[in-house]
């Protein structure tokens, strides 16, 4: 298992304006993931961040719109840019040990964002 | 795709009871499935997974699912209810790269004392 902080546990933002959300792993892991959660809804995926090379984006998700940086094996972030209410949600950072039947995902305790 | 389908949004059950959850996958080849706990305002909680070794999965918390491939699905259950279940349940399936999950819409439990 792992312990996942994020980072902020929630702000506030006007919209036009841009958010970096941060996730720490205390553990280092290849494969780690973002979230979103819309009010009332269920989980979806954004993108995959693995170390060492680019984030791949769900459909409907952009780099532009949503860049990811990937430092290294304990570390990631997500940014909301140009923001509008409709990203509104709570965003999520996970990250999987294992492969097969051990692979599990761990989820951080997510960042609640408002966008006014 | 591979994706699965939460029967009901909204379960509402007497504490001491039954809780049955349900889930429908879809999938192309032998899938490995997952169940979540959310809890408000908390992180998800991994309770049980399935992934091609029994049939009957326990987890946490006295919670158990079955797959059923003639079905194609996988349900959550517990016998006896109790107020500390009452959260939100996802059921997730793994996408065909082997390591995406994609989640089901949710099923909120409610236990009624």
């Known amino acids: 298992s792992a312990v996942i902080s994020q980072k902020p546990s929630r702000d506030i933002c006007q919209r036009g304006t841009s958010l970096t959300i941060q996730c720490q792993v205390d553990?280092?892991?290849?494969?780690m993931f973002w979230y979103r959660q819309q009010p009332g809804q269920s989980l979806t995926l954004i993108a995959t961040?693995?170390?060492?090379?680019?984030?791949?984006?769900e459909s409907g998700f952009v780099i532009d719109k949503f860049p990811i940086s990937r430092p290294n094996l304990t570390f990631s972030t997500l940014t909301v840019s140009n923001m509008s209410p409709e990203d509104s949600s709570i965003y999520l950072c996970?990250?999987?040990f294992g492969q097969g039947a051990t692979y599990e995902q761990y989820f951080g305790p997510g960042t609640r964002l408002t966008v006014t | 795709a591979q994706s699965v389908t939460q029967l009901d949004s909204h379960v509402s059950v007497s504490e001491g009871t039954p809780v049955l959850l349900r889930c429908n996958y879809s999938?192309?080849?032998?899938?490995?499935l997952f169940w979540y706990v959310q809890h408000p305002n908390k992180g998800l909680q991994l309770l049980l997974k399935?992934?091609?070794?029994?049939?009957l999965v326990k987890g946490i918390n006295g919670f158990e699912a079955e797959f059923k491939k003639s079905e194609t699905s996988f349900h959550l259950t517990k016998p006896s209810a109790h107020m500390s279940d009452a959260a939100e349940y996802f059921c997730?399936?793994?996408?065909?790269?082997?390591?995406?999950?994609?989640f089901g819409t949710g099923t909120s439990l409610t236990v009624i004392p």
């Open positions: 399935y992934t091609s070794a029994a049939t």
């Open positions: 961040a693995n170390q060492g090379s680019e984030a791949t984006y």
């Open positions: 553990s280092q892991v290849t494969m």
């Open positions: 999938s192309s080849y032998s899938p490995s």
């Open positions: 996970s990250v999987a």
């Open positions: 997730v399936v793994i996408g065909a790269a082997g390591n995406q999950f994609y």
